[in-house]
């Protein structure tokens, strides 16, 4: 597994239960020059680990990834991960991870 995967799953996993953050929320926490992009193909070639919460990361406007859909939406609604009113996408604004901790000063107890 290459550094960068490592690095988004080690996010990933620290996300809690009934929270979620943005494939680009995972990209920056995780300081190695990473996209949104990248974030979806290492969770797309990890994501079936059962230690990986991947239904906690969303795209930015809070929905899942239209092939996800229904799958992801169930797995948030059992967390009980707040919703948007239209039932298909989470509210960001309550559900969104502060992920305070995350930053560079956490990057060595995170990552070594």
């Known amino acids: 597994m290459d550094d960068l995967a490592v690095k988004v799953l080690a996010v990933v996993r620290r996300i809690p239960s009934g929270r979620v953050l943005t494939y680009g929320d995972v990209a920056a926490l995780a300081e190695a020059d990473a996209t949104a992009r990248d974030v979806g193909q290492v969770l797309l070639r990890h994501g079936d680990a059962d230690d990986i919460p991947w239904w906690r990361v969303l795209r930015a406007d809070g929905t899942p990834p239209p092939h996800l859909l229904d799958r992801q939406l169930a797995h948030l609604r059992s967390e009980g ?32």
Request: proline share 9%.
């Open 81 to 112: 991960t707040p919703l948007a009113p239209s039932g298909a996408a989470v509210d960001l604004h309550a559900a969104r991870w502060a992920a305070s901790g995350l930053g560079q000063d956490a990057q060595p107890s995170l990552f070594d």
